[in-house]
Nanobody
Framework: QVQLVESGGGLVQAGGSLKLSCAAS????????MGWFRQAPGKERDIVAA????????YYADSVKGRFTISRDNAKNTVYLQMNSLKSEDTAVYYC????????????????WGQGTQVTVST
């Protein structure tokens, strides 16, 4: 069992930055592929970024490439999402998730989820 707790969400103006954190407890953090997903009202939950167990490989949705950076610190059992040049369309609830898969961008392949943190970008 893995428990995930996100933090760092909030209200920010367009063009601003936020850094999300996700602290994990329970089984070995470094055993999990970690992903950030987001869900806006009335829309499906979509992948934002993912990072492999060692942190050696990352994946980004096209909509955030060049603006967002995912990273992890296995010694601190934490995964981060640095979000720069935020746009109104980035407004959503952001979820951290863990998967035993080597790689996936599908929500159904993730085994553990945090409670989510709201990110609101104002124009």
């Amino acid at each position: 069992q893995v428990q995930l707790v996100e933090s760092g969400g909030g209200l920010v103006q367009a063009g601003g930055s936020l850094k999300l954190s996700c602290a994990a407890s329970g089984r070995t953090f470094s055993s999990y592929l970690m992903g950030w997903f987001r869900q806006a009202p009335g829309k499906e939950r979509d992948i934002v970024a993912a990072i492999t167990r060692s942190g050696g490989s990352t994946y980004y949705a096209d909509s955030v490439k060049g603006r967002f950076t995912i990273s992890r610190d296995n010694a601190k059992n934490t995964v981060y999402l640095q979000m720069n040049s935020l746009k109104s369309e980035d407004t959503a609830v952001y979820y951290c998730a863990a998967s035993i898969a080597l790689y996936s961008d599908r929500p159904g392949d993730y085994d553990y989820w945090g409670q989510g943190t709201q990110v609101t970008v104002s124009t």
